[in-house]
């Protein structure tokens, strides 16, 4: 009988250590499963976003390997690539940069392949040459808009250069000070000439308010 009450005990005991150190509560489990558990849809998002990325990577490499198509087509291409990533330009100012006897001189047929073929966002190109004619040349946002649609500046849609208008943060007031003072420190211009200029549709294209805040608040 004694033998029978030590077994008990012994067994008793080792349920206890068990419970208290030798294993994860139900809590502690049911927090591990919940804090490393992702739902379906953003496990589909995950999935969708490395599909899409490993499959234009993959075009790009077939592009390049692939034996059909002329190496002045891929030269071309590249060249497109390099005057959107580093210059900004608009779908229509590339192409002819491609084709022009004073640019790169490719043959219409290699540069529509590389318009067809190229990764761009028209868009992102446009406001990024809207915000260089900001603030580099401070210049008005009709003033921008009609640069980036004119066919003798950078040629974009005109939906593009509306994305760019629409989506340019900067201070017009400041550009309007800023061109005024270029009038007034090389021209020599009177304040009232710089007015006009500054809202002429010949001239700046500022609105009458940028160009009176220019005049308030020259030097």
Same mark, same amino acid.
């Given at each position: 009988?004694? !033998?029978?009450?030590?077994?008990?005990?012994?067994?008793?005991?080792?349920?206890?250590?068990?419970?208290?150190?030798?294993?994860?509560?139900?809590?502690e489990?049911?927090?591990?499963?919940?804090?490393?558990?992702?739902?379906?849809?953003?496990?589909?998002?995950?999935a969708?976003?490395?599909?899409?990325?490993?499959?234009?990577?993959?075009?790009?490499?077939?592009?390049?390997?692939?034996?059909?198509?002329?190496?002045?087509?891929?030269?071309?291409?590249?060249?497109?690539?390099?005057?959107?990533?580093?210059?900004?330009?608009?779908?229509?100012?590339i192409?002819?940069?491609?084709?022009?006897?004073?640019?790169? !001189?490719f043959?219409?047929?290699?540069?529509?392949?590389? $318009?067809?073929?190229?990764?761009?966002?028209?868009?992102?190109?446009?406001?990024?040459?809207?915000?260089?004619?900001?603030?580099?040349?401070?210049?008005?946002?009709?003033? $921008?808009?009609?640069?980036?649609?004119?066919?003798?500046?950078?040629?974009?849609?005109s939906?593009?250069?509306q994305?760019?208008?629409?989506?340019?943060e900067?201070?017009?007031?400041?550009?309007?000070?800023?061109?005024?003072?270029?009038?007034?420190?090389?021209?020599?211009?009177?304040?009232?000439?710089?007015?006009?200029?500054?809202?002429?549709?010949?001239?700046? !294209?500022?609105?009458?308010e940028?160009?009176?805040?220019?005049?308030?608040?020259?030097?």
């Amino acid at each position: 009988m004694r !033998k029978a009450k030590l077994i008990m005990v012994a067994a008793l005991s080792s349920m206890a250590i068990t419970a208290c150190g030798g294993s994860a509560t139900p809590s502690e489990t049911t927090v591990a499963t919940t804090a490393e558990t992702t739902t379906p849809a953003e496990t589909a998002a995950e999935a969708a976003v490395e599909t899409e990325a490993e499959t234009e990577v993959a075009k790009e490499v077939a592009l390049i390997e692939d034996d059909s198509i002329p190496t002045e087509y891929k030269s071309a291409l590249n060249k497109a690539n390099t005057y959107s990533d580093m210059m900004h330009m608009s779908k229509q100012g590339i192409y002819d940069q491609l084709t022009s006897e004073y640019g790169e !001189k490719f043959s219409e047929e290699a540069a529509q392949y590389a $318009i067809d073929n190229m990764k761009a966002d028209w868009n992102a190109n446009a406001l990024e040459k809207a915000k260089t004619y900001s603030d580099t040349m401070y210049m008005s946002k009709a003033g $921008i808009y009609d640069q980036l649609v004119s066919e003798y500046g950078e040629q974009f849609t005109s939906e593009e250069a509306q994305y760019a208008i629409d989506h340019i943060e900067t201070d017009w007031n400041r550009n309007a000070l800023e061109k005024a003072k270029t009038y007034q420190e090389t021209m020599n211009m009177s304040p009232e000439a710089i007015r006009d200029q500054l809202v002429s549709e010949y001239g700046e !294209k500022f609105t009458q308010e940028e160009a009176d805040y220019a005049i308030e608040n020259l030097d």
